[in-house]
């Protein structure tokens, strides 16, 4: 309950101190089109047919694993239109106000509870290159990752979103990065074909330099106590 006490406390201070954002629409999406999500220059919001657990975990910044919560977040999918302040330049920056937008809009409610489950955690990283810059990206699919100027927490977060198992990161690496790797999800692909790309660990340690094993540790899983399926009107 103390857990629940300062998340929720969290979201008043937030929109207090003028974490919110200036405007905002949601409309539901029922087209099937690719989900997009991304920060717009002037601090605008866009997310097109993405679901409600997608924006959960952006809000939160976790990864998808780690969000517990009815079945059906995954598939209520949204567009959100929103305008925040003129620093608002990437989707890390908003968290805070789309936090406070999903209680407002959607009365969510949660909590984080620490529970022992088995990760697989990355570490050392001796073939990481930093990044020369320039504008945040991420593109992900099933066997496949491309990204520029990111960070070993969007790495991670990426991987457990795409493959449904938590990675956690203790590379020690704290700066930024670029990735182009693509990866084999099917054992038979792994056989079949002599141009068939490795698995995604034997790809992270190859291309990256980075230790990777499966480990059983204390991680935090956000709970989400309530929510509404449809939003409030606009």
């Given at each position: 309950?103390?857990?629940?006490?300062?998340?929720?406390?969290?979201?008043?201070?937030?929109?207090?101190?003028?974490?919110?954002?200036?405007?905002?629409?949601?409309?539901?999406?029922?087209?099937?089109?690719?989900?997009l999500m991304h920060a717009l220059p002037g601090g605008l919001l866009s997310a097109t047919n993405e679901s409600l657990l997608t924006i959960i975990r952006v809000a939160y910044r976790v990864g998808i694993p780690q969000i517990s919560g009815p079945d059906w977040m995954a598939s209520a999918k949204f567009d959100v239109s929103a305008k925040g302040a003129p620093e608002d330049i990437s989707l890390a920056v908003m968290a805070p106000k789309i936090k406070a937008l999903?209680?407002?809009?959607?009365?969510?409610?949660?909590?984080?509870?620490?529970?022992?489950?088995?990760?697989?955690?990355?570490?050392?990283?001796?073939?990481?290159?930093?990044?020369?810059?320039?504008?945040?990206?991420?593109?992900m699919s099933k066997?496949?990752?491309?990204?520029?100027?990111?960070?070993?927490?969007?790495?991670?977060?990426?991987?457990?979103?795409?493959?449904?198992?938590?990675?956690?990161?203790?590379?020690?690496?704290?700066?930024?990065?670029?990735?182009?790797?693509r990866w084999s999800v099917n054992p038979d692909e792994l056989t079949g074909a002599a141009n068939a790309p490795p698995s995604l660990n034997t790809v992270l340690?190859?291309?990256?330099?980075l230790k990777v094993e499966s480990r059983k540790m204390p991680v935090t899983k956000l709970v989400v106590d309530r929510v509404n399926r449809n939003p409030t009107e606009n």
């Open positions: 309950m103390k857990a629940k006490a300062v998340l929720l406390f969290g979201i008043s201070i937030a929109v207090a101190a003028g974490q919110s954002f200036e405007v905002a629409a949601i409309h539901p999406n029922v087209s099937g089109e690719t989900p999903l209680a407002d809009r959607f009365g969510l409610v949660a909590h984080e509870e620490s529970v022992t489950e088995s990760v697989i955690v990355l570490s050392n990283g001796t073939g990481i290159v930093p990044s020369a810059g320039g504008d945040a990206v991420l593109h066997t496949s990752m491309a990204g520029k100027n990111i960070a070993m927490g969007e790495l991670c977060r990426g991987l457990s979103d795409v493959t449904g198992q938590l990675y956690v990161d203790e590379s020690g690496f704290a700066g930024r990065f670029d990735i182009a790797i340690h190859e291309k990256l330099g």
